[in-house]
């Protein structure tokens, strides 16, 4: 469960996120979608605890990413959209390390890479350098980082970036098994992976929050297209 409550950001005389609310519930994956500089990122990172606010409150499963932001961190998974990777390490290395990061016990370890392996798909490159592998298998390596330690809300920060149609087809049909288990956030600007994979959709321009429905809800009556259009284009006249 994530809570955005009046949320907002500022770099001098820049606001980058502005009175930003919304909510992503359990079970449920939540498409975050914006054009390019239009706040998504800088919101992942104030709710992932790598940024400080300058107002506002962020939840994650009932703690306050601010004031105990340790509880929040064993809580998340977050893919940013580049992999943190250190080219040098071989892949089960490197997931060892991270799940030491994460307070796993030498005991949870194992069953915890193997775990992730399997569901990554990277059966085929475990004993293969990272700076070595391909786009779509470090990708892979960076949502199995995401998910060593089964948290309970997973943020996705364009996650399909570089990868093929096959590697994209199979990417989403695992966001949304994911989300059958966890609250998931897959920040894109591509709408056809919201309409294949989520259930909500969050709409961000100009740092400011211009849509928050239930995808259903929003494309009874419309292409999804013409929603995002529509909101952009008023997002602008409204800043303006």
Known sequence: MIEVRNLSKRYGDLSAVQDVSFTARPGEVLGFLGPNGAGKTTTIRIITGFLPATSGTVKVCGYDVFEQSAEVRRRIGYLPENPPLYNEMTVIPYLRFVAKL??????????????????CGLGTVTSRLLGHLSKGFRQRVGLAQALIHEPEVLILDEPTNGLDPGQ???????????????????????????????????IINEGRVVVEELLERLTQDRSLEDVYTQAISQGAEAAA
């Open 102 to 119: 994460r307070g796993l016990s030498r005991g949870e370890m194992d069953a915890a890479i193997d775990r992730v392996v399997q569901a």
């Open 168 to 202: 994209i087809r199979e990417m989403l049909a695992f966001i949304r098994s994911l989300g059958t288990q966890r609250t998931v956030v897959l920040s894109t600007h591509i709408l056809s992976q919201v309409l294949s994979a989520c259930q909500k959709v969050v």
